[in-house]
């Protein structure tokens, strides 16, 4: 049972990146993106409804074959799998302060629905053409990039050499 749980662990872990995968391709994309119907488009299709349920089903899967693998595997007496925990937690919460903020405001100044904190805002009007630019031009995916991609690394090398 213990190695099914692994099993559905790292698949949970491959579909959230899959999915993922599409944020990191639109952020990067918007960085050198200046025309707003475009933008516009890539971010109608990050937040398009299939494509969120499974990535949070994903990555709740992960977390709940993770915790139940780490009780079956009687690791939770080790270093690395707190670790790992601690960082996938700190991963969520920096991509999710540093991008949730920037891409709410594009969202905002192309005149989509955006988010004030965890509250929907409608729609409204565009904002000029210079502020979308300067906003879009502004976009942290590098920094989320980072973040995302060097987090999993770290958090691969505690699963794979579980060195403490």
Sequence with gaps: ?????VYIHVLATFAFLLTHGVSSVVALRLRHQRDPV????????????????????????LLVSGIISGFMGDWWGRGWIWLSLVLLIGIIVAMFLLGSRHYSQ????????????????PPGEAAPAEE??????????????IIGFGGIAVILWLMMFKPF
Excluded: C, H, T
């Design 132 to 145: 979308i630019e300067a906003l879009l031009a502004q976009a942290p995916a590098m920094p989320l990039a």
């Design 106 to 121: 594009v969202r905002k100044a192309l005149g989509m629905a955006w988010f004030d904190g965890r509250k929907a805002q």
């Design 38 to 61: 475009l933008a516009r488009a890539w971010l109608e299709l990050n937040a398009s409804g299939g494509i969120m349920g499974v990535l949070y089903g994903s990555l709740l899967a």
């Design 1 to 5: 049972m213990y190695q099914w749980l």
